[in-house]
């Protein structure tokens, strides 16, 4: 990547971007907003959890991301009889009785891993480790994950039975929380029409690994003032109940807010953020733009708020 400056580099990040959007239309139809969010991660090196119930491409989006990106991929489909070595790979004694390490399906550049509340905790901190650590331990040797890493998980909201709910502290590893709703009327007119045809959309590779990398550094030396670093910790602070700088609203309906992670990630978010939009420092605008994927999954409501019916995205909206 030879741009003669860092300016030059970031006008070059958003005609990449653009590209990418454009490839990943071919076959996802609408969803502007979710790929956006994907794609504002990966360059974050976040970590995204999607909720949406099934039938919204979900696997398809990943699939496809991994495939204009030219990286590699692997779905992870988690069952309750999933083991941790279903995930991080298994030693196996070769024909020359030498105990031999055969890598899993984690050893990828894309994970998806669909519907993490179905498997056990011990199964979910398997995958869980290796997103923290970019690196898998097994009997004692410890073995490096390539970069880029990114892992898309996916939770279905209805049908809760026999489920594992991903506790606060491994919620808090997803950089975003991105909610999935149904398409347009218009949106949907246009999945029937593309999919009932006997013609396939092959998106072209837009990025290499190299790119994702370059582009990841550059992405952390934009510069932030002040002001957007005083707005960004002020609004995560907000979050936490009978704490100085708490807000009304939540004193009477959180019972826990948001910790340093994500104050991080609100910084790191809005410099991507600026970067696709084409600015070379991100403003309070862009921390509101990722705010709410970021805190959503990281504040909780007490027992009132549940009974008086407020959800989360209410106490959302009066913070931003």
Known sequence: M????????????VGKYKLLKNEISKVIVGQDEVVKNILISIFSRGHCLLIGVPGLAKTLMVNTVSQVLGLTYSRIQFTPDLMPSDIVGTEI???NRKFKFIKGPVFANIILAD????TPPKTQSALLEAMQ?????VAGVSYKIGSPFFVLATQNPIEQEGTYPLPEAQLDRFMFNVWLDYPSFEEEINIVK????????????????????????????IPVTDNVYNYAVKLVSQTRPNTPNAHA????????????????????????????????????????????????????????AEAEGITIEDILGKLL
């Not at 837009?206 to 550059?218: D, G, N, P, S, Y």
Request: avoid cysteine; proline fraction near 3%; glycine fraction near 4%.
């Open 133 to 137: 650590e970019k690196a898998v331990t």
């Open 93 to 95: 004694l070769d024909e």
């Open 249 to 304: 609203m939540v004193n009477n309906y959180l019972s826990w807010g948001a910790g340093p992670r994500a104050s991080q990630y609100l910084i790191i978010g809005a410099k991507t953020h600026a970067a696709i939009m084409g600015k070379y420092a991100p403003d309070i605008e862009d921390v509101k733009a990722v705010a709410a994927n970021i805190l959503r999954h990281r504040i909780v409501k007490n027992y009132k």
């Open 194 to 221: 593309s999919t009932t045809v006997d013609k396939d959309a092959t998106p072209n590779i837009v990025l290499t690994a190299e790119e994702i990398l370059f582009f990841q550094h550059l992405v952390r030396k």
């Open 2 to 13: 030879d741009y003669k400056s860092d300016v030059e580099a970031i006008d070059a990040f």
């Open 115 to 118: 519907e993490i509340n179905r």
